[in-house]
């Protein structure tokens, strides 16, 4: 079966051309990719682009990729590269500054207004977290990962991943009560 391969296996299958062994290895990365494009983000929607957009350009250079067993290190630096391009575009800022100065003018604009001030509570919480925490956290929730398979990706072993993951939800839940209890 081959979501039983080793990544050494499946990136030089990918390297020669077969996309289902990459799409497996993609499966395997992708709670990683969102936790730190994420992370760098603290945009939801543009952790999914980013993290995709680094998924297309890793499966362009794969066969670039001298050892394939640092897949998950190499694959993080494009996601990175990938955070740095976006945020030198220009028009970047100019969107974000349009954003800001919106103003609720209709019912329906208030619940849109309302999600985004949440979303933007739940970045700033997350944000506040001790990175290697928030990054297990963001792989477990975000991208349903595994134990094993953030261990394997932060290169820990399972017990830290654990008290880790526990440390984020206590951290995120305090942060949030103190800031709801603050409005």
Avoid: K
Wanted: charged share 30%; with cysteine; proline share 4%.
């Amino acid at each position: 079966m081959m979501a039983e391969r080793s990544d050494e296996n499946l990136v030089a299958a990918a390297a020669g051309g077969d996309r289902g062994a990459f799409d497996v290895l993609a499966r395997r990365y992708r709670p990683g990719l969102l936790a730190v494009t994420l992370d760098l983000s603290g945009r939801f929607d543009v952790a999914e682009d980013l993290a995709q957009e680094a998924l297309c350009r890793a499966w362009e250079h794969v066969g670039e990729l001298r050892d394939a067993g640092a897949f998950g290190p190499w694959l993080r630096r494009i996601a990175i590269n990938c955070y740095r391009m976006w945020i030198r575009r220009p028009w970047q800022e100019d969107a974000d500054l349009e954003q800001a100065g919106e103003t609720p003018q209709q019912p329906d604009q208030l619940d849109e207004v309302l999600r985004r001030e949440l979303e933007r509570a739940l970045a700033r919480g997350l944000r506040s977290l001790p990175r290697q925490n928030r990054l297990a956290l963001l792989m477990r929730v975000l991208g349903g990962a595994g134990y094993g398979e953030i261990a394997r990706f932060l290169g820990v072993p399972e017990s830290t991943v654990a008290g880790r993951i526990y440390r984020a939800r206590r951290q995120l839940q305090a942060r949030l009560s103190r800031l709801l209890d603050d409005r």
